[in-house]
């Protein structure tokens, strides 16, 4: 697939079929994040798979629109990754972004569905999973069998002038 093919076949998928991943697939979406690029190449995140089990001990989980597997990545803060010096920016969400997208791109490679989701509550999750201090939940994405197409959001884009601007 080229990456024209693998930007327009990604779409949020809001519901998954019942059919569990192959564990050589996960293994792949992994590595595919392990190979992002970051700042200082700090690589200042952890990921967990989440599986049924997990998932049915967190209640907000179990509505992730029936995804199969859930990878959550955490910020780790034993490694704030690199900061810029000149205004104190922090890139280590950048960064777990940049992971992210490389394995969404993946499970799309993989004839996948997947839907990034923030919208939960951090301390819940970490409580619940029994996670170690010295891994936030920042950004988790949903992955599976689609069964179902993308929603009319995802043929919403701004236009170019308000997104782009040359400068000579
Ligand atoms: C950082 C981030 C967080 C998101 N969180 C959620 C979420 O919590 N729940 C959800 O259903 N979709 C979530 N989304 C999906 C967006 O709503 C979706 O990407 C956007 O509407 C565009 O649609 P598309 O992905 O189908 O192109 C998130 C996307 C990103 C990039």
């Not at 394995?103 to 819940?124: H, Q, R, W």
């Amino acid at each position: 697939m080229n990456t024209n093919d693998l930007f327009a076949d990604r779409y949020s998928c809001r519901k998954f079929a019942d059919t569990p991943l192959e564990a050589s697939i996960i293994e792949e979406l992994l590595q595919a994040a392990r190979s992002a690029p970051s700042a200082c190449n700090a690589q200042p995140y952890f990921f967990y798979v989440l599986g049924p089990e997990a998932m049915n001990k967190v209640e907000s989980l179990r509505s992730w629109y029936q995804a199969p597997v859930v990878i959550l990545g955490c910020l780790d803060t034993e490694n704030y990754g690199w900061q810029r010096a000149s205004d104190g920016a922090l890139f280590s969400s950048f960064d777990l972004g940049l992971a992210m997208s490389q394995l969404v791109l993946k499970a799309t490679e993989f004839n996948l569905g997947s839907c990034y989701i923030a919208s939960f509550d951090p301390d819940e999750l970490s409580k619940v999973l029994d996670l170690p201090e010295k891994h936030v939940p920042y950004i988790a994405v949903a992955l599976g069998h689609a069964s179902m197409g993308p929603s009319d959001n995802h043929y919403l884009r701004q236009s170019p002038d308000k997104l782009f601007k040359i400068l000579p």
